[in-house]
């Protein structure tokens, strides 16, 4: 009797879109030059709780010059891994919108999560950006190109007033008290390699970790609207990792 063949799993472009930014640290630019040619740079860059990219630029850029000209402009985001193979295996996504500079603390907060001090240098030159997405372009793939809208691509962040207004007191206190729990977060729920792991950001969908210039994704197992709700995910991952830890030694 022949077997049956394993079914693929149903391909999710939402997903597999947000995939990508939550996983890369650098991006390509394309700004619009005074004489309408569109000129790309390499930029490194974060994501707010909605998903939407954040830069740290500098005044003296030629993008930057471009930007405050013209507002407009396109993100390529590049899953990392695909180095050392067929450089378009990878999925990656490109973003249409505008950017401009913002005030939100939570932009230059959440780029530093990411990028640390020495990536978001505290010049007077440098400005947090925000990019107003209008639509996103996933190419995932064989037969995997799928064009999204904002309201597709981006985190709904209705009704998480309070897990956002309590996002950094929730970050700083896993970082200062509890990096071994987030060290078992990466290393036993996610695979990955031991490394100075660290919360990057906490959304009502999941929480980001960075290590060593890594970025990784862990969602939470359902919505999260408050603290006290990111809180109960972040306490039973901990004792979950603990209790496969505990089994693999028995």
């Known amino acids: 009797m022949s077997a049956h063949p394993t079914a693929e799993p149903t391909f999710d472009p939402v997903a597999a879109a947000r995939a990508v930014l939550h996983s890369a640290r650098t991006a390509s630019l394309a700004t619009l030059t005074g004489e309408g040619h569109p000129f790309a ?30 507002a407009r ?71 995997r ?14 009704d998480a007033e309070g897990l956002l207004s309590g996002e950094a007191m929730v970050v700083d206190h896993m970082n200062e008290d509890h990096g071994d729990a987030i060290g078992l977060y990466a290393t036993v729920l996610l695979g990955l390699p031991p490394a100075d792991w660290r919360l990057s ?3 009502p969908d999941g929480v980001d970790l960075v290590a060593d210039g890594i970025r990784a994704r862990l969602p ?15 306490k039973n991952w901990a004792k979950l990792a603990r209790e496969r830890m505990s089994a693999t030694k028995n």
Do not use: K, Q
């Open 41 to 70: 740079s390499l930029v490194t860059f974060a994501t707010l709780p909605d998903l939407a990219p954040v830069l740290w630029l500098s005044d003296l850029a030629v993008h930057s010059r471009n930007l405050a000209r013209e």
């Open 145 to 158: 190109i799928v064009t999204l809208t904002a309201d597709d691509l981006l985190i709904d962040l209705a």
């Open 73 to 143: 402009a396109s993100l390529l985001v590049v899953a990392p891994g695909g180095e050392g193979g067929d450089p378009l295996a990878g999925a990656r996504v490109t973003l249409t919108g505008t950017v401009a500079r913002t005030e939100d603390p939570a932009a230059a907060r959440r780029f530093g999560w990411v990028h640390g001090s020495a990536g978001r240098p505290d010049f007077a030159d440098f400005h947090a950006y925000r990019m107003e997405v209008a639509s996103a372009h996933l190419v995932a793939g064989f037969g």
């Open 201 to 203: 950001g906490c959304d």
């Open 220 to 234: 939470f197992p359902g919505r999260a609207a408050t603290v006290a709700e990111a809180g109960g995910h972040l």
